[in-house]
């Protein structure tokens, strides 16, 4: 029964609630808006509690398993952040309310901004964008602006080297500018000469991720931030990255003029689902009045008989709003108590963590599969899911093989730079022992694609949905669950 859609499981007249007694005058309502059946499952409160409890095993999530998501760091979220975002001081809180009843949110917000500027070395921070992408939008928009500003407007292309983020392009592109890929050179590091031959007047600036999406640090980092500010430049960098960074490196410190962070990344809020997320941006001091308001402050000092009081401050040249309010506030207070959780010395050891466990897996794993670049890596890396010798077998076979391991798959065919990528990063959240279930199964599977490739072809051959036929998906959308009734009704 339990596989079964909602609607395939009602029968009429069956319910699983009672309604209270009314108790408030009866109103009369406009007769043409009365329907004589509406388009709803009848079920009892049993068939409900098991047909969703029977959905929720099905899904997975961090709390389930290994969730080796490259790119996205998919790290185990602490309940106590959870506890502190339900708190009612900040769960009960409106934005609207004024400054005076809401000091312990905006004392959070300021905190919180205080503390990314000292992780990442920038001068000011916005909170407001709303996630990743927004961030990256909202600091390639603070580049042209400060850009216009000093009458230099006309410089319309920003480079993006190939080992990027995938959404770097369109960001720039939102921006009015045109994006030119620089490609990598030997060791997976920004290429110096075509980077200096794609150097004129009309460069705006540099979209760089460090480490990239190689999961490689760019050893000559700071030449290519100084080439870049030679030429008029600014340098923005993708902040989704910063797990392998924090503690250990400043950005500023790395000649970078903005960045945007991933709370939903670096500082273990949750993840997924298409939200929520936050892309906090920070930026050098030329570039403060860019940022988007409004910004945190405190906007009456304290003395022996008052606190400080604080609320909100509008930058000169701000770019404006780019989300309602002030930011995802919840995620807000998720990445604080995990930054004050764990302080400085804690942030450093995640990272390093982070860094070790990658190292592990890549160490692991690189005499069964093939790595394009093969070095120490950051958080994570990349290898090749084919070989020669087993010609049938792609990146996506090895994916969702792994399912029938009881793993999350990685992600896949990113970056576009290496054949059959499959790029993994296991955090600094995962045990030991996890780590070495992973690397069991993903040898075992390089074994099966040699020896039996038929396993590989046909899997998932444990998960509630066999081997799609994507092709046909893509064609054939089915976006909404038609309701299957009874006959008689």
Not at 59 to 71: E, K, Q, R, V
Not at 223 to 248: F, P, Q, R, S, W
Request: proline share 7%.
């Amino acid at each position: 029964m339990s596989e079964k859609n909602i609607f395939e499981l009602s029968v009429q007249g069956r319910t699983g609630v009672r309604y209270p007694d009314i108790d408030v005058p009866l109103t009369e309502y406009p007769q043409h808006l009365k329907r004589e059946n509406l388009a709803l499952p009848e079920l009892s409160e049993l068939d409900v509690v098991r047909h969703f409890s029977h959905l929720a095993k099905l899904n997975y999530s961090i709390d389930s398993g290994f969730y080796p998501l490259g790119s996205c760091t998919m790290k185990y979220n602490p309940k106590m952040n959870e506890q502190a975002a339900r708190q009612p001081g900040f769960a009960s809180t409106h934005p609207l309310q004024p400054i005076e009843t809401t000091q312990g949110n905006l004392v959070l917000m300021y905190l919180l901004q205080e503390a990314l500027k000292e992780i990442s070395g920038f001068h000011s921070v916005s909170l407001q964008p709303a996630a990743g992408a927004q961030g990256e939008f909202v600091g390639v928009r603070i580049i042209r602006r400060y850009l216009q500003s000093i009458g230099e407007g006309h410089r319309d292309k920003i480079l993006i080297p190939d080992s990027a983020h995938g959404t770097n392009p369109a960001s720039a592109s939102m921006n009015g500018l045109k994006a030119v890929q620089v490609p990598s050179d030997e060791r997976g590091n920004i290429d110096l000469v075509a980077l200096q031959n794609m150097i004129d007047n009309n460069v705006a600036g540099l979209m760089v991720t460090n480490p990239n999406t190689l999961g490689l640090f760019e050893e000559n980092i700071c030449e290519v931030t100084k080439i870049i500010h030679a030429a008029g430049g600014l340098v923005y960098g993708d902040g989704a990255n910063m797990n392998a960074l924090m503690g250990i490196a400043k950005p500023a410190d790395l000649g970078i003029d903005v960045m945007h962070f991933n709370l939903h990344k670096t500082f273990s809020t949750p993840h997924g689902g298409g939200g929520p997320g936050s892309g906090p941006v920070g930026v050098i001091e030329k570039l403060a009045p860019f940022l988007p308001s409004p910004i945190v402050a405190i906007i009456e000092p304290g003395n022996d008989e008052y606190a400080p009081l604080y609320g909100f401050i509008e930058p000169e040249q701000s770019i404006g709003r780019v989300k309602a309010f002030h930011g995802q506030f919840g995620v807000l207070v998720r990445a604080f108590a995990y930054i004050d959780l764990l302080g400085s010395d804690g942030l450093r050891l995640a990272a390093e963590h982070a860094v070790l466990n990658a190292n592990y897996l890549l160490a692991k794993l690189k005499d069964y599969y093939h790595v394009p670049y093969p070095r120490l890596c950051k958080h994570e890396f990349v290898v090749e899911g084919a070989w020669e010798e087993a010609p049938d077998i792609h990146a996506l076979d090895i994916s969702k093989r792994l399912m029938d391991y009881n793993f999350h798959p990685p992600t896949n065919y990113f970056p576009l730079i290496v054949h059959e990528a499959l790029m993994i990063e296991p955090t600094e959240t995962e045990s030991k022992d996890t780590l070495d279930e992973f690397i069991e199964a993903m040898i075992s599977i390089a074994n099966e694609a040699h020896t039996r490739p038929e396993l590989l072809h046909a899997a998932p051959a444990t998960a509630p949905l066999r081997r799609l036929d994507e092709l046909k998906a893509a064609k054939e959308l089915t976006v909404c669950c038609t309701p299957i009734f009874n006959q008689d009704d």
